[in-house]
T-cell receptor, first 113, second 110 residues
Framework: EAGVVQSPRYKIIEKKQPVAFWCNPISGHNTLYWYRQNLGQGPELLIRYENEEAVDDSQLPKDRFSAERLKGVDSTLKIQPAELGDSAVYLC???????????FGQGTRLTVV | AQSVTQLDSHVSVSEGTPVLLRCNYSSSYSPSLFWYVQHPNKGLQLLLKYTSAATLVKGINGFEAEFKKSETSFHLTKPSAHMSDAAEYFCASSSFKTIFGAGTRLFVKA
């Protein structure tokens, strides 16, 4: 069975440009997460979905970040416009529920120059 | 408030010696607790989880962790380190949301 799939793996963009990340979770996993991981730090939750509903987006910078999970399966995370401080690894994860532990994708390493 | 503290940013052991990675948590509710491992340029992999069943939890690759409510700790151990264990380890707590610690980098010397 395929794990969590993310694309692209790497992205380099100039500041003020838009960027989008895509995630396909494990089949049957209702819960989907987007995390941001800065160098030398643990992942920080940006948003959590239960099916197609965003149930926790308290840490999502809503002025520039947006996310969607249409039909409760795939998800897209967008940044517009990107800033230098957005350089990080963006991780997608999925789980059956919050208390069962999550399966992570390999992440997208974003560099904003 | 919910928080996770990993007490050591770096741990160095010799191959074949025991590993101890320390984690303390704070939560108003009984959390689920997890340990994840992250190898360079790889995603996080779940090592083990505690979800209010047995307090001693066994995971993959010979790792185990013990939940101690009185000490609010969930330390990760392994009897004998292998070179392949060298990686970053993250402790996480889930009640209403999942919070990760800052990570402990494990070095294994030959």
């Amino acid at each position: 069975e395929a794990g969590v799939v993310q694309s692209p793996r790497y992205k380099i963009i100039e500041k003020k440009q838009p960027v989008a990340f895509w995630c396909n979770p494990i089949s049957g996993h209702n819960t989907l997460y987007w995390y941001r991981q800065n160098l030398g730090q643990g992942p920080e939750l940006l948003i959590r979905y239960e099916n197609e509903e965003a149930v926790d987006d308290s840490q999502l910078p809503k002025d520039r970040f947006s996310a969607e999970r249409l039909k409760g399966v795939d998800s897209t995370l967008k940044i517009q416009p990107a800033e230098l401080g957005d350089s990080a690894v963006y991780l997608c994860a999925s789980s059956l529920e919050v208390r069962t532990g999550a399966f992570f994708g390999q992440g997208t390493r974003l560099t904003v120059v | 408030a919910q928080s996770v503290t990993q007490l050591d940013s770096h741990v160095s052991v010799s191959e074949g010696t025991p590993v101890l990675l320390r984690c303390n948590y704070s939560s108003s509710y009984s959390p689920s607790l997890f340990w994840y491992v992250q190898h360079p340029n790889k995603g996080l992999q779940l090592l083990l989880k505690y979800t209010s069943a047995a307090t001693l939890v066994k995971g993959i690759n010979g790792f185990e962790a013990e939940f101690k409510k009185s000490e609010t700790s969930f330390h990760l151990t392994k009897p004998s380190a292998h070179m392949s264990d060298a990686a970053e380890y993250f402790c996480a707590s889930s009640s209403f949301k999942t919070i990760f610690g800052a990570g402990t980098r494990l070095f294994v010397k030959a």
